[in-house]
């Protein structure tokens, strides 16, 4: 070998002993920092070499309300005021069923009231049998049956619907219960077999307040409303 060739060996020789010396040995069996980090995790060791940083997530301030939560408090926004009772109570229903809609309710609830209203007054017992409950209908098969009796009929005629707004709301065990005020105008006359007028006016278009309640069973699959309860208001 020429000189060169010898003083690049021995060059590279110093650069390799020298290296060694500050960078150390490694002998295969030394922890990674993961490990160590993880070790420290789970037991609760202190590890001094960590340097806490400022600015922890916990530490941030409150975000603003997401458009989720914005969303949740606008559920029921032109049926329910935020907070009250008909709300919780739309709230309840809908935690049991989450196909419940009270706008597309409503919407069959006055197709509904009209149709009652006219199978009263025609004496339909097959339709009311399967728009009311049990108890419900006898009441009103009782109406009809005494209209007979006396040989009187009824004549009803819608004029409009002006309103029908839920006033209550409740899920009593898997029954959903929902409470709605109508308010409408309708002429009513009953007369008897002669034609005499027994009761209403056949001219005059009458202001007429109902709340009805209706109920469904949530755990069924039919989704038909029943009608359960009957009352007038103001």
């Known amino acids: ?24 040995q490694r002998t295969g069996g030394e922890r990674s920092p993961f490990d160590r980090t993880a070790r420290n995790a789970v037991q609760g060791a202190p590890d001094n070499n960590v340097v806490p940083m400022p600015g922890k997530i916990i530490d941030q301030a409150p975000l603003a309300p997401s458009a ?12 329910a005021d935020s907070g009250s009772a008909l709300a ?10 989450s196909s419940f809609d009270p706008r597309h309710f409503l919407s069959g609830a006055r197709g509904a009231y009209e149709m009652i209203v006219l199978a009263f ?16 209908y006898e ?32 899920a009593r065990d898997r029954t959903a ?6 308010v409408s105008q309708m002429i009513s006359v009953t007369r ?4 005499t007028i027994v009761d209403g006016n056949p001219d005059k278009v ?28 103001h």
Do not use: C
Request: a negative charge; zero cysteines; aromatic letters at 8%.
């Open 121 to 136: 007054a025609n004496g339909d017992r097959r339709a009311l049998r399967d728009l009311l409950s049990s108890e419900v």
């Open 206 to 233: 009458a202001d007429i307040t109902d709340v009805w309640t209706f109920a469904r069973d949530m755990t069924s699959r039919d989704p038909n409303w029943k009608l359960v309860g009957t009352g007038s208001g």
């Open 177 to 182: 219960q929902l409470t709605v005020r109508f």
């Open 68 to 79: 989720d939560v914005a969303q949740q408090n606008d559920r029921w926004k032109g049926l």
């Open 192 to 195: 008897d077999k002669s034609g």
């Open 1 to 24: 070998m020429d000189i060169y060739t010898i003083i690049f060996l021995a060059l590279a020789v110093f650069i390799f002993v020298r290296l060694r010396n500050v960078l150390g």
């Open 139 to 170: 009441s009103f098969e009782a109406v009809i049956r005494d209209r007979e009796k006396h040989d009187q009929k009824t004549e009803t005629r819608f004029v409009s619907i002006d309103k029908a707004e839920l006033v209550a709301a409740e």
């Open 88 to 97: 919780q109570g739309l709230d309840a229903i809908a935690a049991q069923d």
